[in-house]
């Protein structure tokens, strides 16, 4: 584990944040649903009864930033990466899991540098939405934006979307965002991955990071990334383990190796990085894909 050092390219603030925060997020319908279906057999297999359905995500937290260093220490993750997880309540309108920017400037300093912040970004106040991007870059030394527009009911190429592309190329910093089924309740269509391919076009200097593996159209995805030089794909998510094997494939041959980020999604550093480690791929690609890749892109 210690020998291929890596960086987590999309974590979760819930995963060094007190508890409550994630049961917060588990307070909106969309989270509760998604604990009885998507994770409806982690809820059988621990025990978790209805009402309780943050345990899903908040058993495997690790609740403050030492413990979440001492996990990264104990398995070789150099760094890893936070964001706000800013997404929004469709049956609710209002947003939910926004992890609050000050606060993860302090657990980036407490980190000694170790935790790299991203901020989150809401098409339904685009202006206000900006401001706190360009603050939390600018005065909080945040590196880049993570966004979920299928939350938001907006596809990648929505106009909506476009003033956060324009702002992140300004500040020079890339913009990930989900693409892929919402595991969510939550209307999946605008998730496809090929949506992403004008926006690519529009900004070609704008590094793009596609994440969620875009499955089920994991082939749109890989197309994605594989045509432009601006795009990549993270895997996190999903458990290497379930990967699919054309997927696997790709990152471990000529037109993914360079383009694909490892990433746990919040769902145990440990476990994910190991199952990573069992894949049948070759050691220049684990090498690439657990840290070289995240490094160039996010400039570390």
Not at 85 to 107: C, F, I, K, N, V
Request: aromatic share 12%; with cysteine; charged share 25%.
């Amino acid at each position: 584990m210690q020998e291929i050092k890596a960086i987590d390219a999309m974590c979760r603030a819930g995963y060094c944040m007190p508890i409550d925060n994630i049961k917060e997020m588990f307070n909106t319908y969309e989270f509760k649903v998604m604990a009885q279906t998507t994770f409806g057999g982690v809820m059988k297999k621990l025990g978790i009864k209805p009402g309780d359905e943050w345990q899903v995500l908040g058993l495997m937290a690790k609740g403050s930033v030492p413990e979440m260093l001492k996990e990264m220490d104990e398995v070789g993750v150099e760094y890893a990466l936070i964001d706000q997880g800013l997404g929004w309540s469709q049956r609710e309108y209002r947003e939910w899991g926004t992890a609050p920017l000050d606060w993860m400037a302090q657990a980036a300093h407490e980190s000694k540098g170790r935790l790299k912040c991203g901020a989150g970004y809401n098409p339904f106040t685009i202006e206000e939405s900006l401001k706190n991007i360009e603050r939390a870059v600018k005065e909080l030394g945040f590196i880049y934006v993570w966004a979920h527009p299928i939350s938001f009911g907006l596809k990648p190429n929505d106009r909506k979307m476009y003033p956060l592309y324009a702002k992140c190329n300004e500040l020079k910093i890339p913009c990930c965002m989900q693409v892929g089924h919402s595991a969510e309740p939550l209307t999946s269509e605008p998730g496809h991955p090929m949506y992403a391919d004008q926006v690519a076009l529009d900004f070609p200097n704008l590094t793009i990071v596609l994440t969620h593996t875009g499955w089920p159209w994991i082939d749109e995805w890989m197309s994605m990334v594989w045509k432009h030089p601006n795009v990549y794909g993270n895997i996190g998510a999903y458990m290497p383990s379930a990967l699919d094997e054309s997927l696997v494939k790709f990152f471990d041959g000529p037109r993914g190796q360079d383009k694909v980020l490892w990433a746990s999604n919040g769902f145990g550093l440990t476990r994910c990085k190991q199952e990573f480690l069992e894949l049948p791929i070759k050691d220049k690609t684990k090498i690439k894909v657990l840290r070289e890749n995240a490094l160039k892109v996010f400039k570390l």
